[in-house]
């Protein structure tokens, strides 16, 4: 018998206001910072350095762990193609036919390790597909259709609003609605967070892209594109786990894989002219071209704290032939910020377990 997942009450104005804090806190996976050429020699500037700062909050900083998604477990399996997506890019996994294989990351956005799951309605998925050529695909995704900000400026702005005030420990209402008042181009993710729930698997989400890039076929045509994973058919629900279980994903997802692999669509979406693809706060309409890519297997699961996740950067600007960035300026950002963390986790190094390793120290397969 399918169960449907519970869900929590309404939420006071309060909560929202405070939501809305810790979503634009965690979410950082996807435009952490902005990294001028040389611009750590310019104190007025953002760098990536300073950014990375905002995610180690005095005696908060959990040494050896990632500064963002710090939460998660690491996946294998692969993608096999259906050739769709050929037309649009030369990459050597869209193939016809073809089989990828692929370690991924399933987490929470946020810098902190043991964050219970119920305590952020986002849920991040990354990727490294690697071709028999030795090219790599690595991308990042997030549980939800836009971006709250532009920009690198607006994200590091929108951190410090978000910061918490020293002498309460909490965020500071009046300067999180300041910050919303002046940046209208959060309207968009502010609805949507409006009824955004945590759910109770990774299993039953659908991930985004977010940022454009573009795709570049055989012939040289460029073409932006976005792109989402949605889940095969519609995987079962399951009841949400009691508040006292911190690290109920990590064994949905265990259970779910004791009886087979978990499947995803590849969607890709066709910008059509004018569509703005450096602005990720902003959706492309649901008329645009969609092309199914083929099929993302999940075959197994282990901790992170020695699976093959564990030293990946899932930077994505790292792109096969085939495939570049678009003029998003979230991207080289997230590149930066990227870098800066596995500098600094890698020179920590991992000191303790993860918090969910005893319930993911098994591995699941077919």
């Not at 946020?110 to 490294?128: T, W």
């Not at 790599?136 to 005030?165: C, H, I, K």
Request: glycine share 8%; aromatic share 8%; hydrophobic share 35%.
């Amino acid at each position: 018998m399918e169960h449907k997942e519970t869900r929590p009450p309404g939420l006071t104005a309060g909560q929202k206001l405070i939501r809305f804090t810790v979503i634009g806190v965690a979410v950082i996976g996807l435009g952490a910072v902005f990294g001028y050429t040389g611009g750590w020699l310019a104190p007025q500037r953002l760098t990536a350095d300073r950014i990375a700062n905002t995610f180690e909050p005095g005696d908060k900083t959990h040494p050896g762990f990632r500064r963002n998604h710090a939460k998660g477990i690491c996946v294998t399996g692969h993608f096999e193609s259906s050739g769709a997506a050929q037309a649009l890019s030369s990459a050597p996994m869209f193939s016809p036919g073809s089989t990828t294989p692929l370690v991924g990351r399933l987490a929470l956005p946020g810098p902190n390790p043991y964050a219970p799951d119920s305590s952020v309605p986002i849920r991040s998925f990354a990727l490294r597909f690697t071709m028999p050529d030795g090219q790599q695909w690595r991308t990042a995704m997030n549980s939800m259709p836009v971006f709250p900000v532009a920009t690198p400026q607006s994200f590091y702005e929108q951190q410090l609003a978000g910061a918490p005030d020293p002498e309460t420990g909490k965020p500071n209402p009046a300067r999180i609605n300041a910050f919303f008042a002046s940046h209208p181009e959060t309207a968009n993710f502010r609805e949507w967070i409006k009824t955004a729930r945590p759910s109770a698997s990774f299993a039953t989400e659908a991930y985004y892209s977010l940022n454009a890039f573009v795709f570049i076929n055989s012939e040289g045509a460029r073409q932006n594109v976005r792109w989402r994973v949605v889940p095969v058919g519609k995987p079962v629900a399951v009841d949400a786990s009691p508040e006292h279980d911190q690290n109920y994903l990590d064994k949905d997802l265990n259970q779910r894989l004791s009886a087979g692999p978990l499947r995803w669509r590849l969607i890709v979406t066709i910008a059509d002219p004018g569509d703005p693809s450096n602005d990720a706060t902003k959706p492309w309409p649901d008329s645009r071209r969609q092309v199914e890519a083929g099929t993302i297997v999940i075959e197994k699961s282990q901790a992170q704290d020695h699976g093959p996740c564990r030293d990946i950067n899932f930077d994505p600007t790292v792109l096969p032939k085939g495939m570049t960035i678009s003029d998003d300026p979230l991207l080289p950002a997230r590149s930066a910020v990227y870098a800066v963390s596995v500098d600094r986790r890698t020179r920590e190094g991992l000191s303790r377990p993860s918090p969910s390793s005893s319930a993911a120290t098994s591995e699941h397969s077919k």
